[in-house]
Nanobody, 113 residues
């Protein structure tokens, strides 16, 4: 199984980024897929999750700003992030929920004020 997150970068507050997570070896219909993030000095935490059957779930701090989606044909999970805030600065990772696989390097998102 491989999980490769990409799409991070440096953006000003109020800006947008779209993260992608290319996967291999994961059957989306059998798993909840999720995005997590870890800011310096904090534990990694859940941001959003999705399955093929039900509505996505979001951490309260990102509701209305972030949108998680998946493309089963491309084996890819996305995270559209709008109205970014400095407190969204973190390394973002994807995995199943609960996490089953190695985290990989993640993708750095930095939001400047």
């Amino acid at each position: 199984v491989q999980l490769q997150a990409s799409g991070g970068g440096l953006v000003q507050a109020g800006g947008s980024l779209r993260l992608s997570c290319a996967t291999s070896g994961i059957i989306f219909s059998r798993n909840r897929m999720a995005w997590f993030r870890q800011a310096p000095g904090t534990q990694r935490g859940l941001v959003a999750s999705i399955t093929t059957l039900d509505r996505p779930n979001y951490q309260d701090s990102v509701k209305g700003r972030f949108t998680i989606s998946m493309d089963s044909a491309k084996n890819t999970v996305y995270l559209q992030m709008n109205s970014l805030k400095p407190e969204d600065t973190a390394v973002y990772y994807c995995n199943t929920m609960p996490p089953q696989y190695n985290w990989g390097q993640g993708t750095q998102v930095t939001v400047s004020s």
